[in-house]
């Protein structure tokens, strides 16, 4: 009984490992929330891409255009498609019944998103939709197996389907094995379940759509936490006042032990 009990404890990890060995998962920049035309470009991005099925609850068009510094008539005009005020929260129209119905599971709210799971998931998530002909809608994803949502960025990427390629073997200390009679030969091997877009089916190319993918990410980071973005500014003002305070105390320091030496 104990052996099979400490059988089960160790299968556990193994089995967790193993869902999530199948992808290389990748960020390649910290989220930036500085980065005014990243954040403006990742809600274009929401608003056209993601809005009509996940609402953002928590997040109110107004505030929101004005910690990305959008002018609140280009937002009405450009950002708000439902003909909603821009006080009000940027929700849709969908219920989770509906939703439910469509999709086999109703589409979550976003704001938090990056917060409950990670930017990274979320960034990998976007990027490892691929064809799959036994899905409902043709699709299924790395990062969320058998997932109910279609892949609505494919215009963006293009078509990305499952293939074997040739990848440079790993060595066991973790770089590119090479060829011990050529050094400058990199020993490879071919690997399958790789992810490959076929060329020219995508408005972006490959740069082009990790930069439309990390900006969403970006937006969707600033969304969970929407007064980090205000933290980081008053931050530095209040650094700035404990400097000047620092230099006038030091003063004062000295002009109180001036008599005493
Ligand atoms: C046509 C409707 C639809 C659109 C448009 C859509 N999604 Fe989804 N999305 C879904 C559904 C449905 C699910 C739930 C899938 C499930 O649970 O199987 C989902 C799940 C997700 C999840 C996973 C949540 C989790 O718990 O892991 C993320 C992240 C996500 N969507 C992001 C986006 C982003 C970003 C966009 C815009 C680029 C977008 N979605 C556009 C329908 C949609």
Request: aromatic content about 12%; charged content about 20%; hydrophobic content about 40%.
């Given at each position: 009984?104990?052996?099979?009990?400490?059988?089960?404890?160790?299968?556990?990890?193994?089995?967790?490992?193993?869902?999530?060995?199948?992808?290389?998962?990748?960020m390649?920049?910290q989220p930036?929330l500085?980065n005014?035309?990243?954040?403006?470009?990742?809600?274009?991005?929401y608003?056209?891409?993601?809005l009509?099925?996940?609402?953002?609850?928590?997040?109110?068009?107004?505030?929101?255009?004005?910690?990305?510094g959008?002018?609140h008539?280009?937002?009405?005009?450009?950002?708000?498609?439902?003909?909603q005020?821009?006080?009000?929260?940027?929700?849709?129209?969908?219920?989770?019944?509906?939703?439910k119905?469509?999709f086999?599971a109703?589409?979550?709210?976003?704001?938090m998103i990056?917060?409950?799971?990670?930017?990274?998931?979320?960034?990998?998530?976007?990027?490892?939709?691929?064809?799959?002909?036994n899905?409902?809608?043709?699709?299924?994803?790395?990062?969320?197996?058998?997932?109910?949502?279609?892949?609505?960025?494919?215009?963006?990427?293009?078509?990305?389907?499952?293939?074997?390629?040739?990848?440079?073997?790993?060595a066991?200390?973790?770089?590119?094995?090479?060829d011990?009679?050529?050094?400058?030969?990199t020993i490879?091997?071919?690997?399958?379940g790789?992810?490959?877009?076929d060329?020219?089916t995508?408005?972006?190319d490959?740069e082009?759509f990790?930069?439309?993918?990390?900006?969403?990410?970006?937006?969707?980071?600033?969304?969970?936490?929407?007064s980090?973005?205000?933290?980081?500014?008053?931050?530095?003002?209040v650094l700035?006042?404990?400097?000047f305070l620092?230099?006038?105390?030091?003063l004062?320091?000295?002009?109180?032990w001036?008599?005493?030496?």
């Amino acid at each position: 009984m104990r052996k099979l009990l400490l059988t089960a404890l160790l299968c556990v990890p193994s089995a967790l490992w193993a869902a999530s060995a199948d992808i290389d998962w990748q960020m390649p920049v910290q989220p930036d929330l500085e980065n005014l035309p990243s954040l403006q470009n990742g809600m274009r991005l929401y608003v056209n891409y993601c809005l009509g099925c996940h609402a953002l609850g928590y997040q109110r068009y107004e505030r929101t255009a004005d910690d990305l510094g959008i002018p609140h008539d280009v937002a009405l005009d450009n950002l708000v498609f439902t003909g909603q005020k821009i006080g009000e929260l940027m929700s849709n129209a969908m219920s989770l019944d509906m939703g439910k119905k469509w999709f086999g599971a109703a589409p979550p709210d976003l704001t938090m998103i990056t917060r409950y799971k990670s930017p990274e998931y979320v960034y990998n998530y976007l990027k490892t939709f691929y064809v799959d002909d036994n899905r409902p809608f043709g699709v299924n994803n790395k990062a969320f197996p058998n997932v109910g949502m279609p892949n609505v960025l494919a215009d963006l990427q293009g078509i990305q389907r499952e293939a074997c390629v040739q990848k440079p073997k790993i060595a066991a200390n973790g770089g590119e094995m090479r060829d011990p009679l050529d050094p400058s030969k990199t020993i490879t091997e071919e690997k399958c379940g790789e992810l490959v877009v076929d060329e020219g089916t995508g408005l972006y190319d490959a740069e082009q759509f990790d930069a439309a993918v990390y900006d969403l990410t970006n937006f969707l980071y600033y969304t969970g936490e929407p007064s980090r973005l205000e933290r980081h500014r008053i931050g530095i003002y209040v650094l700035l006042f404990l400097v000047f305070l620092g230099c006038f105390t030091y003063l004062l320091n000295r002009e109180y032990w001036k008599d005493v030496h």
